[in-house]
């Protein structure tokens, strides 16, 4: 499909809300060294969850809109937000953890831990982990709402062919998804910062 509609948006308003919570904690760790764990915790399941919904949702409805899917019966307003919860909720673990680690260990620098690259690569990844994930919504409503029995859909690793893009990424692009899914069997990121997506291709098969 087309790339995520509005994608830099996504990742902006993203990376915005991590930094957000980045920047109150760097401030509060660099005047008392206190760091709340538990509070970062839901602080950033709070930030993020909303705009994973949202990606996640624009991502389904554009994969739609290209393919010409009807998803006006479909769960997805229900499905998109289980979904955010729980990647929410897994982002925030996987941010704590990597922060704890960064902060317990000796001359790191704050501004390393709480800056902006690091809120940008997370804001960067998450927006195409969200973006797959709708993707993968989409296509498995329309298998089974959809299509008639002797409809398959066929993915290929689309890559962003730029001056940005990664030897990984590169070797991908254009691959069914028979083969890129031996190393990434959930699909784009391959790693962070990633901006990759799929194009999908729908066939009938053949009796």
């Not at 919570?21 to 399941?45: A, C, K, L, W």
Request: hydrophobic residues 40%; negative net charge; proline residues 6%.
């Amino acid at each position: 499909m087309p790339d995520l509609p509005n994608r830099d948006q996504h990742e902006a308003a993203l990376t915005a809300a991590v930094l957000a919570v980045f920047d109150d904690y760097r401030r509060r760790v660099g005047t008392n060294g206190n760091f709340p764990s538990q509070e970062f915790h839901q602080r950033v399941q709070l930030a993020t969850f909303p705009l994973l919904t949202a990606t996640f949702t624009d991502s389904a409805k554009g994969l739609a809109a290209d393919q010409s899917w009807d998803l006006s019966q479909s769960p997805l307003r229900v499905d998109s937000q289980k979904w955010a919860s729980d990647r929410a909720a897994t982002l925030a673990t996987l941010t704590l953890d990597t922060t704890r680690d960064a902060l317990a260990t000796p001359g790191t620098d704050l501004q390393t831990i709480f800056g902006l690259p690091r809120a940008e690569s997370i804001g960067i990844t998450e927006t195409t982990t969200a973006a797959t994930a709708g993707e993968d919504w989409a296509a498995a409503f329309a298998m089974v709402f959809l299509f008639a029995d002797d409809t398959r859909i066929e993915e290929y690793w689309d890559g962003i062919l730029d001056s940005r893009q990664c030897p990984i990424c590169s070797r991908l692009h254009a691959t069914p998804k028979r083969v890129w899914s031996r190393e990434f069997p959930d699909g784009p990121p391959a790693h962070p910062r990633c901006r990759c997506t799929r194009r999908f291709v729908v066939k009938t098969v053949e009796a």
